[in-house]
């Protein structure tokens, strides 16, 4: 893939990965092995309270097609084919899940060294047709996504953002929810030696007048041990702190209190993942 100014999913993304990436209270334990055939076969289990949750996964590539398969507790199962460079630029997508007749969906990507387009359609009788773009540089961008129900002739989802990025900070804004919701983040590298980075997010819904500031930061002890902390207006701070013990495979233990009721227990969830 060329660079430019990518997709809009982009726009927010080292943002949101900082402040909401890997904290998570529930508990998590992951194991991904691969076959002599080279097929990637990941088991996740996951305990939300008093409900466990779990699914294989298995992820093949061959040349430029990768297929991937999700094999639930709910016993449904998502296949996802992706071609990568079918033409310069152009990803192409296709998902359904088994055994919901109406999942089926399309997508294709294309990123241009001035643009990026992203355009998805269910493969139903009256689908849902989202289109995202992106014009500019890898410095300055500005795009919007948008979603239309052909069945009721109304758009579903109207969003606009943009964002300017150097060597060392993103800042970026978007208004979502049909020009209800304004978001405006920040990242910033402090350090790169020490992978210290802070970032914010302010969030306001024009309807109920609510606004939200969310602030964080990360930092590496060493080359194989991270943490992160972030804390928010409504008083809700987590922190988390994870090792990669061995190549691909992360140790995370994860918690998260509301400051303002502190007397009741926080909420600790740990986390044992290997990523492929």
């Known amino acids: 893939m060329v660079k430019g100014p990518g997709l809009y999913t982009e726009i927010v993304k080292k943002a949101r990965d900082l402040l909401y990436k890997d904290h998570n209270s529930d508990q998590k334990f992951s194991i991904t092995t691969f076959s002599p055939a080279g097929v990637a076969i990941t088991s996740t289990g996951t305990k939300k309270g008093d409900l466990l949750l779990g699914d294989v996964a298995f992820q093949s590539r061959r040349k430029n097609i990768t297929t991937d398969l999700k094999v639930c507790t709910d016993s449904t199962f998502l296949i996802t084919a992706t071609v990568d460079e079918a033409a310069p630029g152009l990803r192409s997508i296709f998902s359904f899940k088994v055994p919901d007749q109406n999942s089926g969906k399309v997508e294709l990507q294309y990123l241009h060294e001035y643009a990026g387009i992203s355009t998805s359609m ?11 773009g992106v014009i500019g540089s890898n410095v300055l961008a500005v795009g919007t996504d948008v979603s ?6 109304n758009f579903t989802k109207i969003n606009a953002g943009l964002s300017f990025t ?3 900070l993103i800042a ?5 929810d049909k020009g209800d919701l304004l978001n ?6 402090v350090n790169p030696l020490f992978n210290t980075a802070v970032g914010a997010e302010v969030s306001h819904k024009l309807s109920s007048k609510d606004s939200t500031i969310t ?23 987590s922190a988390l702190i994870q090792h990669e013990w061995k190549p691909k495979s992360f140790f995370t233990i994860s918690g998260e209190v509301d400051t303002k009721s502190i007397d009741k227990s926080a909420k600790v969830g740990l986390a044992l993942a290997l990523k492929p």
């Open 184 to 189: 405006a983040s920040y990242y910033h590298i």
């Open 148 to 153: 239309f129900d052909t069945k009721s002739g």
């Open 215 to 237: 602030v964080g930061t990360q930092h590496s002890l060493d080359p194989l041990t991270s943490v992160k902390a972030r804390v928010n207006s409504a008083g809700i701070a």
């Open 166 to 168: 150097k060597e060392d």
């Open 172 to 176: 970026s804004l978007t208004v979502n």
């Open 122 to 132: 269910g493969l139903t009788q009256n689908p849902t047709v989202n289109f995202s």
